[in-house]
Each structure stands twice: as structure tokens, then as C-alpha cells.
């Protein structure tokens, strides 16, 4: 299930919460949002920020994950 609204202003902590299959995207992409305690306090933006990754990129795979998971 998607969050209503995707964008770079998104924290994390809300993105894992209403999307669990964002976490195992964060597992292949080696970042270390996952039990982090300022989660809840990054946005996407930052997250691409601190590890140098593509925003549009990012929103993408998200979608897709959330789409993919959806449909099983």
C-alpha cells in the first residue's frame, strides 16, 4: 500500500509504517534508516542526501515496491 502522498518531504518513519515493503528496499540499498532513532525525523530528501542517491530514483522504486506488494 502506497502513502497517499509520495514526496520528498515524506519522513521515513511515516514511509515504513504505511509501507513495509520499503524496508527491504532499504536492506538492498545498504542504508541505515531501518531502527535508526532520527528516522522520524528524515524526509526522503535527506535520505538521498546523506547517502548520495537519486530523489526521483528513489520515489520510483518506492512506488514500484509498493505496487508490486499490492498485487500479490
Known amino acids: ?5 509520495l514526496t520528498p518531504q515524506t519522513f521515513v518513519a511515516d514511509l515504513l509504517a504505511t509501507t513495509p515493503p ?3 528496499l ?9 531502527g535508526c532513532s532520527m528516522n522520524k525525523f528524515c524526509t526522503l530528501e535527506d535520505l538521498c542526501e546523506q547517502y548520495q542517491l537519486e530523489l526521483e530514483t528513489l520515489i520510483s522504486l518506492i512506488r514500484e515496491r509498493s505496487i508490486n506488494h499490492a498485487s500479490y
Open 26 to 34: 532499504f536492506i538492498e540499498l545498504r542504508v541505515d534508516c531501518i
Open 1 to 5: 500500500m502506497e502513502p497517499t502522498t
Open 22 to 24: 520499503v524496508a527491504h
